[in-house]
């Protein structure tokens, strides 16, 4: 079992940015992030594969987020910029351990997932 600790949500106004951390209990492979706003279905927003080389990004995203992560402190981030409102949502890091699987967009092809870190936008 791997167990994922999200942070660094939080209330910031439109224009601003936030920097959401995933830390892991232990070795992963492909990490993302997904994001669930109030009456809607959880959505894709960003994964990374174990390297690093790919990185994949919701279309909403538009060059606003970047993902990163450091194996070797067995951390994800996801640093968010130029927020928007409709980016509030509770955003959920998500890791599994299984190598070459090639879909980092659905939900089902992560195992593991963390509690979730509440991001508001203010307008």
């Known amino acids: 079992q791997v167990q994922l600790v999200e942070s660094g949500g939080g209330l910031v106004q439109a224009g601003g940015s936030l920097s959401l951390s995933c830390v892991t209990s232990?070795?992963?492979?492909?990490m993302g992030w997904f994001r669930q706003a109030p009456g809607k279905e959880r959505e894709f927003v960003a994964a990374i594969s174990w390297s690093g080389d790919t990185t994949l990004y919701g279309e909403f995203v538009k060059g606003r987020f970047t993902i990163s992560r450091d194996n070797a402190k067995n951390t994800m981030t996801l640093q968010m910029n130029s927020l928007k409102p409709e980016d509030t949502a509770v955003y959920y890091c998500?890791?599994?351990?299984?190598?070459?699987?090639?879909?980092?967009?659905?939900?089902?092809?992560?195992?593991?997932w963390g509690q979730g870190t509440q991001v508001t936008v203010s307008s």
């Open positions: 998500a890791a599994r351990t299984i190598m070459y699987v090639s879909d980092y967009f659905s939900e089902g092809t992560y195992a593991y």
């Open positions: 232990g070795r992963t492979s492909a």
